[in-house]
Antibody
Framework: EVQLVESGGGLVQPGGSLRLSCAAS????????MHWVRQAPGKGLVWVSR????????NYADSVKGRFTISRDNAKNTLYLQMNSLRAEDTAVYYC?????????WGQGTLVTVSS | QSVLTQPPSASGTPGQRVTISCSGS????????VYWYQQLPGTAPKLLIY???QRPSGVPDRFSGSKSGTSASLAISGLRSEDEADYYC???????????FGGGTKLTVL
């Protein structure tokens, strides 16, 4: 069974940093593109970033470019999102998801709250 | 403001057929596949339709997708109470080099 389990969310002050993790199981992690998608409270889905199966290519939304870094460790079947210079508008549930463009499996999400 | 445009709400009675529209541009829907996601209250999104009109295994054939030009639609026939959810369209955007989502449509089953 495919499982994606996010962790690392929490409360952080504006300007602070946080690293999210997504532990994958039930499939060959190293064969798939992976994404981060976020959802602010009561709002819609917003794509954040994606990374190629071997980690050789990445894309970012303009809103996070230069502040967030996506990475992966295929030996540990884990996806990461390093978030720096956090702003109040980054407050959201962050989901990891599998796929190149269409996202066929999603984790349950981890809440990031940026507030003083 | 989302790149893809969806109506904020839709409704229908049990057994009815409802459609949800999704409007984009030549850089996204006009040149790439459309995907639809269902998000039940308090849960993660679930892939409902991929590559414009394909259903993943386990998705009932009551759900169907179509695309024409720079617009797409999701149709749900034989509406059921458990279909009450938020529905999102998505497509790759060539200009933004990433997938873009619609703002979501909240479907209410009356």
């Amino acid at each position: 069974e495919v499982q994606l389990v996010e962790s690392g969310g929490g409360l952080v002050q504006p300007g602070g940093s946080l690293r999210l993790s997504c532990a994958a199981s039930g499939f060959t992690f190293s064969s798939y593109w992976m994404h981060w998608v976020r959802q602010a409270p009561g709002k819609g889905l917003v794509w954040v970033s994606r990374i190629k199966s071997d980690g050789s290519g990445t894309n970012y939304a303009d809103s996070v470019k230069g502040r967030f870094t996506i990475s992966r460790d295929n030996a540990k079947n884990t996806l990461y999102l390093q978030m720096n210079s956090l702003r109040a508008e980054d407050t959201a549930v962050y989901y990891c998801a599998r796929g190149e463009v269409g996202l066929d499996y999603w984790g349950q999400g981890t809440l990031v709250t940026v507030s003083s | 403001q989302s790149v893809l445009t969806q109506p904020p709400s839709a409704s229908g009675t049990p057994g009815q057929r409802v459609t949800i529209s999704c409007s984009g541009s030549s850089s996204n829907i006009g040149s790439n596949y459309v995907y639809w996601y269902q998000q039940l209250p308090g849960t993660a999104p679930k892939l409902l339709i991929y590559r414009n009109n394909q259903r993943p295994s386990g998705v009932p054939d009551r759900f169907s997708g179509s695309k024409s030009g720079t617009s797409a639609s999701l149709a749900i026939s034989g509406l059921r109470s458990e279909d009450e959810a938020d529905y999102y369209c998505a497509a790759w955007d060539d200009n933004l080099s990433g997938p873009v989502f619609g703002g979501g449509t909240k479907l209410t089953v009356l």
